[in-house]
């Protein structure tokens, strides 16, 4: 935990000065606004959810800091403390404990000669200066979406980071995911009360998807006197996390949000992967190896596994490449077309042929297409606005079979689906590691009064990053990347996509790259002859906020 302390930035005031950054409140600054004064200087809340702002800072040779907001940036002149853990026995031997202000994380790790030094975000970790009384703090945890193992272990060492590590006393968990701000009790967390709570799946909060009412949401938060909320979720959790940071800002309120990225599809961009995803990997081995021996054991056998990944297939494309038994990959990025030369169907017939039996694993969100086309669909959504899917599973084992039959060949299919399963686990030893050292960045950077930021695994190393950059877009599987590939030449399977699909595909995930690359916002940068620049905060709009919040 210590920090390296060999920042590759030089060090220069205007660099250090950026947490002080002085950006007037748009309406006063009051942490104890009553409700009258509350609602009085309420303006429309979703004029200011449109809009949010961009620190960013230009250096030497293309360096660009895409900064996390501060609380000093709209609350001047709060007090610091010096940060408690100098006093911690355990700590106190640590050399450089505290991360220098200096250092950042680089979002891109391959370089050439003449790249720009690129994106980068700040390093997370504890600061010497913080900017909470330990018994100041009153804190909130909060989880949403669908489930994920290792949920319980952040929500843990959130707990005893703040207890432990801060001496933080006041600690709740909201009930039942963001409406439960507004319609559930919340329990008290203490490290007595998680202490346990690691070794099982789900999460001890209880989730829930829709509910997010952005203004009922804060004043349950001003009403309960909360000053740090940990939001735990998925893309859609960080956004409405990044619309409680913008209301809260807005009402001048002295209040951490800090988002922890949940998603068992792992579809969240810029971080390295997201927590869960290994076990949920992990687990799937053990439906794949059943559909294995099922499929070796029985004439012409094909064992179906159904896996999650509604728009991403990072879950299916993981499980194959571990397990080494797959024939067939399917994944919502790669289309498919099942009649005809070249098509799905005449490859599972070839397999069969060859080795007698074969394994296919499929995840949830492929195909989706060529199932509407068959079955009329409905377009169903869920609470939060999620499609709702076909199944996939069933309807490829219709197919196989109604083509099996056709040919009257014999055929032993056996359809596998766990995908509950794999997300309802406890999280493994590497994932408990990976969430607690996610909670504990996540504490640190609360104390030292950033907000509006998620906590992420950026290269090997732990960064806060601003909302923007990981709601603006999903994490895909790309198609025309090298593991993808890998992926391919260890099934052995075709891709069912021409010369000109492929093509196509670069060009479209070329420009969606450039579109999200900091190159966009180079040229709104400024430059001093000092190392660095002078931060420069932009509003700009952004389609998330756009949209009223989906319900
Ligand atoms: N654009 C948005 N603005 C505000 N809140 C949102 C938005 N999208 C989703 N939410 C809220 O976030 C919560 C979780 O969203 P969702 O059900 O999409 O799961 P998720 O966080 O993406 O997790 P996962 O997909 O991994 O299960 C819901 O309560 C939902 O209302
Ligand atoms: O049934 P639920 O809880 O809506 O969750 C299903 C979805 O949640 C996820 O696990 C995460 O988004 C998806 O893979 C899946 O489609
Ligand atoms: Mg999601």
Request: net charge neutral; aromatic share 8%; hydrophobic share 35%.
């Amino acid at each position: 935990m210590a920090s390296s302390g060999s920042s590759t930035i030089p060090s220069t005031n205007s660099y250090t000065r950026l947490p002080d950054l002085k950006i007037p409140p748009r309406s006063g600054s009051s942490a104890d606004l009553t409700r009258s004064a509350r609602s009085s200087r309420l303006g429309s809340p979703m004029e200011d959810m449109t809009k949010y702002e961009k620190k960013l800072l230009q250096g030497d040779g293309g360096y660009l800091l895409e900064d996390v907001p501060h609380l000093t940036d709209y609350i001047p002149d709060l007090p610091t403390h010096p940060n408690p853990l100098q006093d911690n026995t355990a700590y106190s031997v640590v050399k450089q404990y505290f991360v220098n202000t200096d250092d950042t994380v680089v979002q891109k790790v391959i370089q050439h000669k003449s790249s720009s030094r690129g994106t980068h975000f700040r390093r997370a970790g504890p600061r010497q200066k913080v900017y909470f009384e330990s018994d100041e703090v009153k804190a909130c945890i909060v989880t949403c979406g669908g489930l994920c193992p290792g949920l319980n272990t952040v929500i843990r060492e959130i707990v005893c980071g703040l207890e432990v590590m801060y001496g933080v006393k006041e600690l709740i968990g909201i009930q039942g995911g963001y409406m439960g701000f507004y319609s559930k009790n919340t329990v008290t967390l203490t490290r007595k009360t998680v202490d346990d709570i690691h070794k099982k799946g789900g999460t001890i909060l209880g989730t829930s998807r829709g509910g997010h009412d952005t203004i009922k949401i804060v004043d349950s938060i001003q009403d309960r006197g909360i000053n740090m909320v940990f939001i735990i979720g998925g893309d859609g959790t960080q956004k409405g996390a990044a619309a409680i940071y913008q209301e809260v800002k807005r009402r001048g309120y002295k209040c951490v949000v800090c988002g922890i990225p949940k998603t068992i599809d792992n579809d969240i961009p810029v971080i390295d992967k997201s927590f869960g995803f290994d076990s949920a990997v992990e687990e799937a081995q053990r439906a794949i190896n059943a559909a294995h021996v099922e499929a070796e054991s029985a004439e012409n056998g094909i064992g179906l596994v159904k896996l999650m990944g509604r728009y991403s297939g990072f879950i299916a494309q993981y499980a194959t490449l571990a397990s080494r038994d797959v024939d067939l990959c399917l994944i919502p990025e790669s289309p498919f077309y099942l009649d005809g030369h070249g098509g799905l169907l005449e490859f599972i017939e070839k397999r069969i042929k060859e080795y007698g039996h074969m394994v296919i694993v499929v995840a949830e969100g492929a195909g989706q297409d060529l199932i509407a086309q068959d079955m009329r669909s409905m377009d169903n959504k869920d609470a939060s606005g999620n499609k709702l899917l076909l199944d996939v599973g069933l309807w490829l084992s219709q197919k196989i079979k109604e083509h099996f039959g056709k040919k009257k060949k014999t055929l032993n299919l056996k359809y596998i689906d766990p995908t509950y399963m794999i997300r309802a686990i406890p999280s493994n030893a590497s994932d408990n590691v990976y969430c607690t050292l996610l909670a504990q960045c996540a504490v640190h950077g609360a104390m030292a009064g950033f907000t509006g930021y998620t906590v992420g695994l950026v290269n090997g190393r732990h960064a806060y990053i601003p909302f923007y950059k990981i709601t603006e877009c999903q994490n895909k599987v790309s198609i025309t990347d090298r593991m993808w590939a890998r992926l391919l030449s260890s099934t052995n399977q075709p891709s069912f996509l021409s010369k000109k699909d492929i093509e196509e595909k670069k060009e479209e995930e070329e420009l969606q790259v450039s579109a999200t690359s900091a190159d966009n916002v180079n040229s709104i940068t400024t430059r001093t002859g000092l190392g660095f620049s002078p931060i420069l905060t932009l509003s700009l709009y952004h389609p998330t906020f756009m949209k009223p919040p989906r319900k």
